[in-house]
């Protein structure tokens, strides 16, 4: 059974920093590309951040680059979103995707709440 379990949401001040987790399982973590995807209330779902499988390559959204770093760990099946200097408009459900040429797939989504 495939799974994609995020956690690490929560509500914190603008500044604030966290780090979202996404652990994998019933497939084979290691041969896709993970990605971080959010959507706010009202808006469309957009791509964040996103990592080769080997870790090799990252690319960032224009709004959070310089302050969000993608991670992955193939022996642990995570990937990681480190978010630093969160701005109230980085609030959202954060979800973690998985894609290879033959599947893909979601996690249910984390909320992150950026408020003072």
């Known amino acids: 059974q495939v799974q994609l379990v995020e956690s690490g949401g929560g509500l914190v001040q603008p500044g604030g920093s966290l780090r979202l987790s996404c652990a994998a399982s019933?497939?084979?973590?290691?041969?896709?590309?993970m990605r971080w995807y959010r959507q706010a209330l009202g808006k469309e779902r957009e791509l964040v951040a996103s990592?080769?499988?080997?870790?090799?390559?990252?690319n960032y959204a224009d709004s959070v680059k310089g302050r969000f770093t993608i991670s992955r760990d193939n022996a642990k099946n995570t990937v990681y979103l480190q978010m630093n200097s969160l701005k109230p408009e980085d609030t959202a459900v954060y979800y973690c995707?998985?894609?290879?040429?033959?599947?893909?797939?979601w996690g249910q989504g984390t909320q992150v709440t950026v408020s003072s």
């Open positions: 995707y998985a894609i290879n040429s033959l599947n893909n797939y």
């Open positions: 990592i080769s499988s080997t870790g090799g390559s990252r």
């Open positions: 019933g497939f084979t973590f290691s041969t896709y590309v």
